[in-house]
């Protein structure tokens, strides 16, 4: 707990060593990793299931990974929910405070709102 209060202040420092990138040389890759959660996820017993994807600020889109969650997601038949569109419409510092989550009050109202228009709505 106290590394991450640390690593509030000090971001740049990450004392929690929450964000760090070593991946060991026998890891799962990107394929599998996505693949086999989208699978389990496609598994869970509930009629209907939402996958939203998220991003850690407007300008953030990794193509080649969005493209192999929405390739997955569409041989599951998953309904994915993807706000990046209407993310651009804002600044960073609008949506996003911190860590690259948007825990803002409008960040947070921008996700929700796509989310039960595109969700629940349709």
């Known amino acids: 707990m106290v590394a991450a209060t640390i ?4 971001p740049l420092y990450n004392f ?28 869970f017993p509930i009629k209907h299931k939402l996958l ?7 300008d953030e889109e990794n193509a080649e990974l969005r493209k192999l969650v929405l390739g997955i997601a569409g041989e ?6 993807d706000p990046i569109t209407v993310l651009r419409n ?5 949506l ?12 947070n109202e921008v996700v929700c709102s796509y989310l039960f228009e595109h969700g629940f709505r349709r």
């Not at 939203?52 to 407007?58: D, N």
């Not at 996003?96 to 960040?107: D, E, I, K, S, V």
């Open 76 to 81: 599951l038949s998953l309904k994915v929910i």
């Open 52 to 58: 939203l994807l998220q991003y850690r600020s407007p």
């Open 90 to 94: 804002y600044k960073e510092g609008d």
């Open 16 to 43: 929690s060593g929450d964000r760090l990138t070593v991946a060991h040389p026998n890891a799962a890759d990107d394929d599998e990793i996505i693949g086999w959660t989208l699978r389990q996820f496609s598994n």
């Open 96 to 107: 996003w405070f911190m860590y690259g989550h948007h825990n803002t009050r409008l960040g």
């Open 7 to 10: 690593d509030r202040l000090f």
